[in-house]
């Protein structure tokens, strides 16, 4: 597969991927504080925060590629073992620095 056809599959999967992570992120912001926490969803789902996994649209494609393969529960799933685990030790450092 030609180089830039790969890039644009990749691109393609994390576009899904990014929208699982978001529908995942909210659903759990509401879920643990009942309120739209705009900040928090950026701290969840930001290309910064995405990088300390991989290249962002790389951990993003294999989000979607989980989506598309096995389904929202799979992909959600595939979220709270990979994600969520750097997700609360990067909140825990928030919170003990006062951020």
């Known amino acids: 597969m030609p180089k830039s056809t790969h890039r644009e599959r990749i691109l393609q999967e994390a576009w899904i991927g990014d929208a699982v992570l978001s529908l995942y992120a909210r659903s759990k912001i509401l879920r643990e504080s009942g309120r ?3 900040q928090r969803l950026v701290l969840m789902t930001s290309n910064q925060f995405l990088s300390a996994l991989g290249e962002p649209s790389e951990v993003e494609a294999e989000l979607g590629r ?3 393969e096995r389904g929202l529960e799979s992909a ?3 979220i709270e073992e990979r994600i969520i685990p750097l ?3 990067q909140e825990a450092n928030r919170l003990r620095k006062g951020k």
């Open 76 to 78: 959600f799933a595939w």
């Open 87 to 89: 997700f609360n030790k």
């Open 66 to 68: 989980a989506y598309q």
């Open 36 to 38: 739209v926490e705009g």
